[in-house]
């Protein structure tokens, strides 16, 4: 088919249905289906519940029941739904308001120190609603949560507790982090009656006027030189207490040495002494020996026979001599058993 014909045909077609008082019916009906919808019908997001508030009727006032996510219907004029949020909310106290993403925003919490200085904390705030119906009874819907919950309890509480530090107290975080958690248990009395129920309480950041910032870091400053020379200080006597103990060693060690020297010696004297007495002794029993030996020889050389063993011995010494007949008797006769005259004849 043409292109051109059938645009022809629909643009007939489209004045005819708009020229129809059938179209306006419908575009009425539409109009009206879709107020009715919206005036009779609230839808309750995923983050939200709702308390629903009968304004007309025997059962007039709050109702008891927590509507959560959904469609509900309602009656114009006779039921109204107040949404509350179901998620965690944040509420910051900061000086730089530009650069805070929460729906709920203050000044820095004006706060003074024990000491009397102001310093200007960020704190946020992290919250939810843990009971819709407390705090619409308590306190009222819509954001007098807030409002009247906890716009108002939260600079009193800081200023209770952080104000108990000194200026320079503030740079310990550990203080800091106990008033912090202090300020939360203290919030969370207050406001857990109301519905209220907070989960956290976070200092970010603190700053002092330039003038008191200045004299703080200067002190800081002195205080870290005496700290400086106070751990110098102690270090020299830590050193000279190590060096005592070192030198007490090496006396100690030198005094074992001279021990251990004095012992060997002691040990060596003993074990030659030893070795003296012992060798002296066997030098005894040798001479003992062989004076029984003697005595034994001269027993034998007195008793029968001895004659004999002195010629044997005799014998002996006359071995390489060569053998002649010499006579026995006479003045020149030889007798080797007459010992005397033998004796004579070699001088």
Same mark, same amino acid.
């Given at each position: 088919?043409?292109?051109?014909?059938?645009?022809?045909?629909?643009?007939?077609?489209?004045?005819?249905?708009?020229?129809?008082?059938?179209?306006?019916?419908?575009?009425?009906?539409?109009?009206?289906?879709?107020?009715?919808?919206?005036?009779?019908?609230?839808?309750?997001?995923?983050?939200?519940?709702?308390?629903?508030?009968?304004?007309?009727?025997?059962?007039?006032?709050?109702?008891?029941?927590?509507?959560?996510?959904?469609?509900?219907?309602?009656?114009?004029?006779?039921?109204?739904?107040?949404?509350?949020?179901?998620?965690?909310?944040?509420?910051?106290?900061?000086?730089?308001?530009?650069?805070?993403?929460?729906?709920?925003?203050?000044?820095?919490?004006?706060?003074?120190?024990?000491?009397?200085?102001?310093?200007?904390?960020?704190?946020?705030?992290?919250?939810?609603?843990?009971?819709?119906?407390?705090?619409?009874?308590?306190?009222?819907?819509?954001?007098?949560?807030?409002?009247?919950?906890?716009?108002?309890?939260?600079?009193?509480?800081?200023?209770?507790?952080?104000?108990?530090?000194?200026?320079?107290?503030?740079?310990?975080?550990?203080?800091?982090?106990?008033?912090?958690?202090?300020?939360?248990?203290?919030?969370?009395?207050?406001?857990?009656?109301?519905?209220?129920?907070?989960?956290?309480?976070?200092?970010?950041?603190?700053?002092?006027?330039?003038?008191?910032?200045?004299?703080?870091?200067?002190? #800081? $400053? &002195?205080?870290?030189?005496?700290?400086?020379?106070? +751990? *110098?200080?102690?270090?020299?006597?830590?050193? /000279?207490?190590?060096?005592?103990?070192?030198?007490?060693?090496?006396?100690?060690?030198?005094?074992?040495?001279?021990?251990?020297?004095?012992?060997?010696?002691?040990?060596?004297?003993?074990?030659?002494?030893?070795?003296?007495?012992?060798?002296?002794?066997?030098?005894?029993?040798?001479?003992?020996?062989?004076?029984?030996?003697? #005595? $034994? &020889?001269?027993?034998?050389?007195?008793?029968?026979? +001895? *004659?004999?063993?002195?010629?044997?011995?005799? /014998?002996?010494?006359?071995?390489?001599?060569?053998?002649?007949?010499?006579?026995?008797?006479?003045?020149?006769?030889?007798?080797?058993?007459?010992?005397?005259?033998?004796?004579?004849?070699?001088?």
């Amino acid at each position: 088919m043409d292109p051109d014909k059938l645009r022809q045909q629909f643009e007939n077609w489209l004045k005819q249905l708009l020229n129809s008082s059938y179209f306006v019916f419908f575009l009425g009906a539409l109009f009206l289906f879709l107020f009715s919808f919206n005036a009779f019908f609230i839808y309750v997001q995923p983050n939200e519940v709702a308390i629903k508030q009968v304004k007309v009727g025997l059962n007039r006032g709050i109702q008891s029941t927590v509507y959560d996510t959904g469609w509900y219907f309602m009656v114009p004029g006779i039921h109204l739904f107040h949404v509350f949020p179901k998620d965690l909310q944040v509420f910051d106290l900061t000086a730089k308001r530009n650069q805070a993403s929460s729906r709920f925003i203050d000044n820095s919490a004006h706060i003074q120190t024990s000491d009397g200085f102001f310093v200007d904390v960020d704190v946020s705030v992290i919250f939810r609603i843990n009971d819709p119906l407390k705090v619409i009874k308590t306190i009222g819907p819509g954001e007098l949560y807030f409002i009247n919950g906890i716009l108002p309890k939260t600079e009193p509480a800081l200023k209770e507790t952080l104000g108990t530090l000194t200026t320079e107290e503030f740079y310990n975080p550990y203080l800091r982090v106990e008033k912090m958690n202090q300020a939360k248990i203290k919030l969370a009395s207050e406001l857990e009656e109301k519905g209220i129920a907070i989960e956290h309480v976070l200092i970010r950041y603190f700053k002092y006027s330039s003038d008191i910032q200045r004299n703080i870091e200067e002190k #800081k $400053l &002195k205080d870290q030189l005496i700290y400086k020379n106070q +751990a *110098e200080a102690k270090a020299a006597i830590q050193n /000279a207490q190590l060096q005592k103990v070192i030198e007490e060693g090496e006396a100690i060690v030198r005094v074992e040495l001279e021990k251990g020297k004095a012992y060997q010696v002691t040990r060596k004297a003993e074990q030659e002494l030893y070795v003296r007495t012992k060798h002296a002794q066997a030098d005894l029993l040798v001479k003992r020996a062989e004076a029984f030996k003697t #005595k $034994l &020889k001269n027993i034998a050389l007195k008793g029968m026979g +001895a *004659e004999n063993l002195v010629g044997l011995e005799m /014998a002996k010494v006359l071995e390489g001599v060569e053998v002649i007949i010499l006579p026995s008797d006479g003045d020149y006769g030889v007798n080797p058993l007459n010992l005397e005259k033998t004796r004579v004849m070699f001088e």
